[in-house]
C-alpha cells in the first residue's frame, strides 16, 4: 500500500560536520518536528508475539546537505515564507541539556546564528522551495 503525503519533512544539514555530530543533530531535530504536531506520529508498532514498540513518523523523513552559504540560504528561505522550523546552532555541541541550549541561541541575532542543522514540516511546494538546488545528504 502506498500512501501519499501533501507535507514533507526535511532536515538540512551542514556538510562539514563530523558524523556523530551529524546524527546528534538530525536526532534532536527529528524531535522537535514530532513533538510540533502530534499527528505526524503513528500508532505503535507490534511484532508477532505481541511485543509493543514506540510509534514513528507517519511520512519519510528526506536528510539533506550544504555548505555554509546553501544552509543559510535555505533558513532565510523558510523564515520568508514563515515556515516553523527547528534549528541547531554550533554553540548547542558545547551544552547539555535544553535550558543551556536554549540559552546559547537567546542571545544571538538571527543574521548571526552559526547554524549546522535545521527541519521543517509543511506543504510540499513551499518545502520544495526552501530545498531548491540541496542535494540529499550522501
Known amino acids: 500500500m502506498s500512501m501519499t503525503f501533501d507535507t514533507k519533512i526535511a532536515i538540512i544539514l551542514r556538510d562539514d560536520v563530523e558524523q556523530w555530530q551529524a546524527l546528534n543533530i538530525t536526532a534532536f531535530l527529528s524531535s522537535a518536528i514530532a513533538g510540533a504536531d502530534p499527528d505526524v506520529i503513528g500508532e ?20 539533506f546537505q550544504a555548505d555554509a552559504a546553501g544552509i543559510r540560504k535555505a533558513y532565510e528561505r523558510a523564515m520568508s515564507r514563515e515556515i516553523p522550523i527547528a534549528i541547531f546552532t554550533e554553540e548547542l555541541f558545547a551544552t547539555g541539556n ?9 542571545p544571538v541575532p538571527a543574521d548571526d546564528l552559526n547554524l549546522v542543522g535545521f527541519a521543517l514540516r509543511a506543504k510540499k511546494k513551499p518545502v520544495d522551495k526552501v530545498l531548491k538546488g ?5
Open 44 to 63: 505503535d508498532y507490534i511484532d508477532a508475539d505481541d511485543n509493543h514498540y514506540l510509534p514513528m513518523f507517519i511520512q519519510p523523513v528526506m536528510v
Open 134 to 138: 540541496l542535494k540529499l545528504h550522501p
Open 98 to 106: 535544553d535550558i543551556d541550549n536554549r540559552g546559547a541561541v537567546r
